[in-house]
């Protein structure tokens, strides 16, 4: 039986470590011209102020909706060769890996981008793929795919922890310890997390859901801008108690 978390009153700020910056980005959607912008500001960030320690952490959806999933990976996997970002897996990703299992749920994960990430690999779909072609599509993504693209997708956390802040793709269920979250609601949660304004046991950071603006609420901060539909992928930078998102 689970135990349950209590909501708690409000504390001290969450803080980072000491010496500690996080940059992180959620919801790149295949965006690679947006992400290669974002990494430029950090790395110019970094060499300004040269912080003691900075860790990049990705919240998911890397890939569907937006234009080029095999240069965001690409982009990705470059980033992760420097040893200080963490990568976390989104409901994309999930649903991809499905795919991988069973191809005929493909056309379910064409409807919500995955002909966008099947034509970035070089393969286009007839309107309606019957049952074979929807098989051979899957064969021949796998095939198109790169080793390392393989690899990275298959290395993806759920959750990233760093002093007082929580990192995962959509959110966690109030009233359950962060320890105890099930995968399903780290990567599909959205209106019982949302609507919540429990003290979470730390601060979560998250994606998933589109906002208009950055959400950067007492409990929690919302960094998912609909970078596939808006052109504005937010990088939110954390420091001490500072949490700034652009």
């Known amino acids: 039986m689970r135990s349950i978390l209590r909501p708690r ?12 910056r996080i940059y992180a980005l959620s919801d790149i959607h295949g965006c690679s011209d947006l992400l290669a912008q974002m990494l430029r500001v950090i790395d110019a960030d970094i060499a300004h102020s040269k ?15 937006g234009p080029d999933s095999r240069a965001t990976l690409d982009l990705l996997i470059e980033r992760d060769r420097r040893g200080n970002a963490m990568f ?12 991988f299992r069973d191809p005929s749920r493909l ?37 198109a795919m790169p080793p390392q693209h393989h690899s990275f997708l298959k290395r993806l ?32 949660i959205r209106d019982e997390f949302l609507r919540s304004q429990d003290n979470f046991g730390k601060y979560v950071v998250h994606g998933h859901t589109p906002v208009r603006t ?16 808006t052109g504005n992928l937010t990088l939110l930078t954390i420091e001490g108690t500072r949490l700034l998102a652009v």
Request: hydrophobic fraction near 40%; glycine fraction near 8%; charged fraction near 25%.
């Open 9 to 20: 009153e409000p504390k001290a700020k969450p803080r980072l470590p000491d010496g500690v």
């Open 51 to 65: 912080p003691h320690r900075a860790i990049e952490v990705f919240l998911g959806d890397y890939i569907d909706r």
């Open 88 to 99: 976390l897996r989104g409901n994309h990703e999930v649903f991809l890996a499905e795919v």
């Open 107 to 143: 056309d379910n994960w064409l409807r919500i981008g995955g002909l966008q990430t099947l034509m970035s690999y070089g393969l286009t779909p007839s309107l309606h793929p019957d049952a074979e072609e929807q098989a051979a599509l899957v064969r021949q993504l796998m095939a």
């Open 157 to 188: 956390r759920l959750t990233f922890t760093c002093g007082d802040f929580f990192f995962t793709h959509a959110g966690v269920r109030p009233g359950i310890p962060l320890a105890e979250q099930q995968e399903s609601d780290l990567i599909w």
């Open 214 to 229: 950055p959400e950067i609420l007492p409990n929690r901060a919302n960094i998912d801008t609909g970078a596939y539909a």
